[in-house]
């Protein structure tokens, strides 16, 4: 059994799996070959000096360093799974020590994607949900795919019988709930991710269901 359907409730089926894009790994890559060509520059420089000694051999072992933190990147990578079930969105982290975060569908207030110019060439983007949870806002870091994961959200929240993200939550009977919602708002507006309009309209929104 995989550690993912051990997480999984009674009646609960896991809609799609996502991954970061492969791009993530592209900066650990550059860094660790730049890292392979000094070593085997410096391997090379000493050979001709020691004429074959230990420290040549020494120099080329160093090259496990940089192979194996790429190996453990890419380790990390494939354990990083962001999941989306009939009930929650799950985020997995970790090879040996597991760190899970989920947020219910019910809880799920409003969603918002990013994606750059790269982004949309190479298919990936940056997820961020806003939740009525402790937690509050759940970001996502280049997803692949993001517009599929999105989508898949929004059509299991209808199939719950909630209205679609983009639409005002359902009402909230404890006003500490809103006063945490409205925290959330103002600090995504002061960090410029809502414009002043967006900012006055959810406020109104939530205010309005006190």
Do not use: C
Not at 25 to 52: H, K
């Amino acid at each position: 059994m995989s550690y993912v359907s051990q997480l999984l409730g009674e009646n609960e089926e896991v809609v799609l799996v996502a991954r970061q894009s492969w791009v993530v790994l592209l900066r650990a890559a550059v860094v660790d070959l730049i890292f392979v060509v000094i070593i085997l520059a410096v391997a090379a420089l000493a050979f001709g000096w020691s004429q074959g000694q230990p420290l040549t051999l020494a120099l080329a072992l160093l090259l496990l360093i940089p192979i194996g933190r790429f190996v453990w990147q890419v380790t990390r990578w494939r354990n990083r799974e962001y999941i989306v079930t009939n009930r929650r969105v799950i985020q997995v982290d970790g090879t040996i020590n597991k760190n899970v975060i989920d947020s219910s569908l019910e809880k799920v207030n409003d969603v918002r994607m990013t994606q750059s110019i790269l982004g949309r060439l190479f298919d990936y983007g940056d997820v961020e949900i806003l939740t009525a949870s402790e937690l509050g806002l759940n970001r996502f870091q280049r997803l692949t795919d993001p517009i599929k994961f999105k989508t898949a959200m929004l059509n299991e929240k209808e199939k719950l019988g909630f209205d679609e993200l983009a639409a005002p939550a359902a009402p909230v009977s404890k006003p500490s709930e809103i006063s945490i919602l409205i925290a959330q708002l103002n600090a995504l507006h002061k960090e410029g991710m809502l414009t002043d309009q967006e900012f006055q309209k959810k406020k109104a929104e939530l205010l309005a269901r006190l």
